[in-house]
């Protein structure tokens, strides 16, 4: 019964932080796409974005699993493509919403008059570096 209780509190935590933090990134994601403020960050941190997205999407389906007291059952065929295909397709989109996109939102930003402010560098392993660009004043 304590492993549940524990179990149920560690995955509560998640889902109020991972959606929080998947709303950070999309928010900054969206102010680069449309240019809604004067200063914008552009980082590879957009890459996140899917896997944190699946991550909450699971977690959500654990807990409704732990709260409901039974496991989710799934036709076998579903688990072979779970297993085989949402990582791929989660380390394809990361590498392109990461690595690929951050040019062309950079182009984007440049094309609209942003310039180049500076270069936050990570200060530890698990951060990523990420660019400030401003819309300068006229």
């Known amino acids: ?50 896997f944190l997205f699946v991550c909450v999407l699971f977690s959500f389906v654990g807990v409704l699993s732990l709260l409901t007291n039974r496991e989710q059952q799934l036709k076998s065929f579903l688990v072979r493509r779970f297993n085989k295909n949402v990582p791929l397709i989660l380390i394809a989109l990361t590498i392109f919403i990461g690595l690929i996109s951050k040019p062309f939102l950079v182009e984007h930003l440049l094309h609209n008059g942003y310039e180049l402010e500076e270069t936050v560098e990570a200060s530890r392993p698990w951060y990523f570096d990420k660019d400030i660009y401003v819309k300068p004043r006229i």
């Open 1 to 50: 019964m304590t492993n549940k209780i524990i179990s149920i509190l560690g995955v509560l935590l998640w889902l109020t932080l991972m959606p929080f933090i998947l709303f950070l990134l999309v928010r900054d994601l969206y102010s680069v796409l449309f240019l809604t403020s004067d200063e914008l960050y552009v980082g590879y941190s957009f890459g996140l974005i899917p």
